[in-house]
């Protein structure tokens, strides 16, 4: 991989100049005071997100996950659910599907599962009940509700992976209804002779279910296990989603004009990059989503790597005319964001063009346009045009003493990847995150960033996103910042 350029940066070497007026308010109609505040990756004050599990049912998103209580108990890992109708506010009705009282119990800990509604309108949960004691360590279990809220176990319907899988790496059911068959499919994540696979269990009543064979294999070459899968049809196509265990940790998709395939694996087969896991696809009937979990950082450090659960994300994604998906800013997220904030910078290098609407980088060395930091959720817009084929500019966030990012979002243009560093080292640092990009033929791209609560989001073209964690993308200012190009940030709009 190609390295950033030395660079010596400097205070004099970037003439900076702070400009004299701090941003005006926004006036009483547009203030944060009297707007509604948005949600736009939520978690809770007692969890953070895992797995997500997401079902529509009558108008409302009812978002299962994994409640990562980090209490020490024994127990771990309930389910709770978030609901919501607009990818803003979210109803949270805590926990609904508790860990088991005694460790001897198979669901001591909950792993991740789905819930389906049959045709007299009862809900039935599916899910991984898994015990480090016990052996088998995972097994398939069953519970039933009348509302979601209230959930009654059955412990009988509980079964265990046959000699042929793997009796510890058996989880993670996703279950739908095949008219054409008149019967329920069931995909489970497992193991067979040293590879990856989901399988599939057939069943006429939800409750007894029989042994339907492989369904799918690891073709990435690495025998990885398949994690969180899921089956969707949208627009007469069919998706498999799953995402790699090891080693990128990524959410991959596969496409197929049949139920049973065989699927396809598009030249460009991620939603996102290894800020985005566990993803499971999920339709309203007119739009797809998909919803997984941005993680949290080992000691809670921009600097370190991801940990497991965090807050949670919601993808939109477009169909293209060859069955592709790419992930895209949700259109009702981006219709509740539209309070505009001001676009003053605070320090600006003395080399940068202003335009009417942007700012124009002149080439020279490192040059930035400094803002003042964003509320509790905010939405950056803007047209980026200009740009050589060796350069490499960007979005920054927490400034160090010589103003150079210590969280960046790149536009790698030789490289042809958007990228993010957890560090204001870039000419000599790896990016820990990534989504390939063809810049190719392009002589603009527009991106638009979402900002909430420790996590950022950035969407490109509607083609590529890239999600981080960035505690401090909140709190301290952040930048447009070019190194040694000539590229233009226009029509720049700031929102909340």
């Known amino acids: 991989m190609k390295r950033f350029p030395i660079l010596i940066i400097t205070v004099s070497t970037l003439l900076l100049s702070a400009c004299g007026t701090k941003p005006q308010q926004p006036d009483a109609a547009g203030s944060a005071d009297e707007t509604e505040t948005v949600y736009v990756f939520p978690k809770t004050e007692t969890a953070l997100v895992g797995d997500t599990m997401p079902f529509y049912d009558s108008g409302k998103m009812n978002i299962f996950y994994l409640a990562d209580l980090r209490d020490g108990k024994t127990g771990y890992h309930p389910w709770a659910l978030f609901q919501t109708e607009d990818y803003c506010t979210y109803d949270d009705k805590g926990i609904v599907i508790p860990y088991a009282e005694s460790a001897d119990d198979q669901d001591i800990a909950l792993g991740t599962g789905c819930v389906i509604k049959d045709n007299n309108g009862l809900y039935h949960a599916f899910y991984t009940g898994h015990n480090d004691w016990r052996e088998p360590k995972e097994a398939i279990m069953h519970a039933t509700s009348t509302d979601m809220l209230e959930w009654t176990k059955i412990p009988d319907d509980t079964f265990i992976a046959p000699d042929a899988y793997s009796k510890d790496d058996f989880r993670d059911p996703y279950v739908l209804y095949v008219p054409e068959e008149g019967q329920y499919w069931m995909l489970v994540v497992t193991r067979s002779k040293g590879n990856g696979v989901i399988v599939r269990y057939t069943s006429k009543d939800l409750s007894k279910w029989e042994d339907a064979g492989i369904f799918f294999e690891d073709d990435l070459g690495y025998g990885t296990n398949m994690e969180c899968p899921t089956l969707i049809q949208f627009n007469g196509t069919w998706y498999l989603s799953f995402s790699d265990q090891w080693p990128d940790r990524v959410v991959h998709y596969r496409i197929s004009d049949s139920i049973s395939g065989p699927f396809r694996k598009p030249e460009q087969d991620t939603i996102d990059g290894n800020g985005f896991y566990a993803g499971r696809l999920e339709t309203d009937g007119t739009n797809l989503y998909c919803i997984g979990w941005n993680g949290t950082k080992i000691g809670h450090s921009d600097e370190n790597d991801y940990d497991w659960a965090g807050n949670m994300v919601v993808h939109q994604l477009a169909q293209h005319s060859d069955g ?71 979005v920054a966030f927490a400034p160090d003493y010589n103003n150079v990012g210590m969280l960046n979002y790149v536009f790698n243009i030789p490289e042809n990847r958007i990228e993010f560093y957890n560090t204001d080292r870039l000419m000599d640092a790896d990016a820990q995150s990534y989504y390939d990009f063809d810049f190719s033929g392009r002589d603009s791209v527009h991106m638009t960033i979402l900002v909430n609560d420790g996590v950022c989001c950035i969407y490109v073209d509607d083609e590529a996103a890239l999600t981080a964690r960035m505690y401090y993308s909140q709190g301290m200012n952040w930048q447009l910042f070019g190194i040694d190009s000539t590229a233009a940030f226009d029509n720049l709009n700031i929102y909340h």
Do not use: C
């Not at 998906?325 to 219709?335: D, S």
């Not at 290098?349 to 080439?363: C, E, P």
């Not at 950056?380 to 200009?386: E, Q, R």
């Open 324 to 394: 592709t998906l790419t992930a895209v800013v949700n259109e009702k997220v981006a219709a509740k964001m539209t309070q505009p904030l001001p676009e003053t910078p605070v320090v600006m290098t003395d080399s940068v063009k202003k335009l009417k609407d942007g700012y124009q980088f002149s080439g020279d060395e490192y040059e930035l346009v400094q803002f003042e930091k964003l509320p509790v959720a905010g939405r950056i817009d803007a047209d980026i045009s200009g740009f050589e084929p060796d350069d490499k500019f960007g």
